[in-house]
């Protein structure tokens, strides 16, 4: 089945620009999209259609695509901006959703 | 304003069933496809299982595939998730979630809080 790989973890200090990473064979064609979650929260849609912020998310939040490779890139990182960030994106058919293997940003 | 609620998670046995609901409001619940996602304890969200606005198109990961199905009644504005054959695995908190598209999963736009489903004998 299809899988999306990101980084167990990454660190950043407050103020600085973390860059989170998801590879996917199929991103060159699907379209990625960013969560952010929680303990004990439903999960926040960050960005969706690889590089679209819903409303109400702030600005430091982006997402960019090259080839087979999603980045969500945190600017000016915040202590609150600790949390667990999944990719998601659908397989070759589209009939199945794929969340990342998800990844800890600690600040 | 989008409201989703699921209920029917506890803790049951392993080999048993349960099942889910998902009540939703705020939206015209004939528009959406829905999805159902898990979390299990210390793990990653788990996409499980998509139903288009209408029933007709079923798709399932394949984790649970033969063993879990979904439905929706839209005259209850309700998702079910039928769950059978349970295992210690299959503990989890169990969201539903709304679908940007009506047929195929594009991505959740809503979600709900979430229920707690523990199997353990």
């Known amino acids: 089945s299809y899988e999306l790989t990101q980084p167990p973890s990454v660190s950043v200090s407050p103020g600085r620009t973390a860059r989170i990473t998801c590879s996917g064979d199929e991103l060159p064609n699907k379209y990625a999209y960013w969560y952010q979650k929680r303990t004990g929260q439903a999960p926040v849609l960050l960005i969706y259609e690889d590089t679209k912020r819903p409303s109400g998310i702030p600005e430091r939040f982006s997402g960019s695509t090259s080839g087979t490779m999603a980045t969500l890139t945190i600017s000016g990182a915040q202590v609150d901006d600790e949390a667990d960030y999944y990719c998601y994106s659908t397989d070759r058919s589209g009939n199945h959703g794929v969340f990342g293997t998800g990844t800890k940003v600690i600040v | 304003q989008v409201h989703l609620v699921e209920s029917g998670g506890g803790v049951v046995q392993p080999g048993t069933s349960l099942r889910l609901s998902c009540a939703a409001s705020?939206?015209?619940?004939?528009?959406?496809?829905m999805n159902w996602v898990r979390q299990a304890p210390g793990r990653g969200l788990e996409w499980l299982t998509v139903i288009s606005n209408n029933g007709n198109y079923k798709y399932y990961a394949d984790s649970v595939m033969g063993r879990f199905t979904v439905s929706r009644d839209n005259s209850k504005n309700t998702v079910y998730l039928q769950m059978n054959s349970l295992r210690s695995e299959d503990t989890a908190i169990y969201y539903c979630g709304r679908d940007r598209d009506s047929n195929s999963p594009e991505y959740i736009q809503n979600w709900g809080q979430g229920t707690l489903v523990t199997v353990s004998s």
């Open positions: 705020g939206f015209t619940f004939t528009t959406n496809a």
